[in-house]
């Protein structure tokens, strides 16, 4: 794979976690990278996004103000820092390098590589 999460877990509502998205299959080359999640029967959601060097960010308005997303270029790693969680938020969260240079951040088709999501459950 190209990408992989780590960091997924329970937590209760309130509390915090931190997603890592590491790209070891992927060229040292300049791409951004979109933060996704999909909530049982629900379709997959934008949650997030971060420039090639991290000099952008986008957020989810369910999300902004809650939700930071970093990276470590050097590690080649994107972060997702999630505080005040809810039980809404509960879901897989993915994350997707955009190789290419999407017009629009929002939207998965856009991006070229996932990886294989890791698990989020916020307890109420």
């Known amino acids: 794979e190209h990408l992989v999460e780590s960091g997924g877990g329970l937590v209760q509502d309130g509390g915090s976690l931190r997603l890592s998205c590491a790209e070891p299959?992927?060229?040292?080359?300049?791409?951004?990278v979109g933060w996704f999640r999909r909530a049982p029967g629900k379709e997959r959601e934008f949650v997030g996004y971060?420039?090639?060097?991290?000099?952008?960010?986008h957020y989810a308005d369910s999300v902004k103000g809650r939700f930071t997303i970093s990276r470590d270029v050097a590690k080649k790693a994107v972060y997702l820092q999630m505080n005040t969680l809810k039980p809404e938020d509960t879901a897989v969260y993915y994350c997707a390098a955009d190789v290419h240079g999407t017009s629009d951040v929002a939207t998965p088709q856009g991006y070229d590589y996932w990886g294989q999501g890791t698990q989020v459950t916020v307890s109420s």
């Open positions: 299959g992927l060229p040292f080359i300049n791409y951004g």
């Open positions: 971060i420039s090639s060097r991290g000099f952008t960010t």
